[in-house]
């Protein structure tokens, strides 16, 4: 699209990703609308799940989740846009 009005290219983004995603934390199956960019952890907390913390810098892994199958650290992440729901799977990892 050579010449295309900014305005236009931003607002066709805001229709195929919108601001707000649905988030749903497995396997507590709990959902709670998210902002894009809002940190992964904020967003479980206000869902009422809990995810384990350590350094809070991404470093020791212990808020280590799945996010649509790829491990990210909880506290470092922020919510991706999407057009769909995205699932957040927990780990129990007992050495925690
Ligand atoms: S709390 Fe250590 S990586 Fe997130």
Same mark, same amino acid.
């Not at 206000?46 to 990210?72: K, Y």
């Given at each position: $699209? @050579?010449? #295309?009005?900014?305005? #236009? &290219?931003? #607002?066709?983004? &805001? &229709? @195929? /990703? !919108? $601001? %707000?995603? %649905?988030? @749903? /934390? ?7 609308? #998210?902002?894009?960019?809002? !940190? ?9 799940? *809990?995810?384990?913390?350590? =350094? $809070?810098?991404? *470093?020791?892994?212990? =808020?280590?989740?799945? &996010?649509?199958?790829?491990?990210? =650290?909880? =506290? ?5 846009? *999407? ?8 780990? *129990?990892?007992?050495?925690?």
């Amino acid at each position: $699209m @050579r010449n #295309a009005d900014p305005i #236009a &290219l931003i #607002a066709l983004h &805001l &229709l @195929r /990703f !919108p $601001m %707000t995603v %649905t988030l @749903r /934390f497995l396997p507590d199956d709990k959902t709670v609308q #998210a902002e894009v960019g809002e !940190p992964l952890l904020e967003a479980a907390k206000r869902a009422g799940v *809990s995810i384990p913390t350590g =350094c $809070m810098q991404g *470093s020791c892994h212990a =808020c280590e989740v799945e &996010l649509d199958g790829e491990e990210v =650290c909880s =506290c470092i992440t922020g919510v991706p846009p *999407s057009d769909t729901e995205i699932k957040v799977e927990l780990y *129990s990892d007992p050495t925690w």
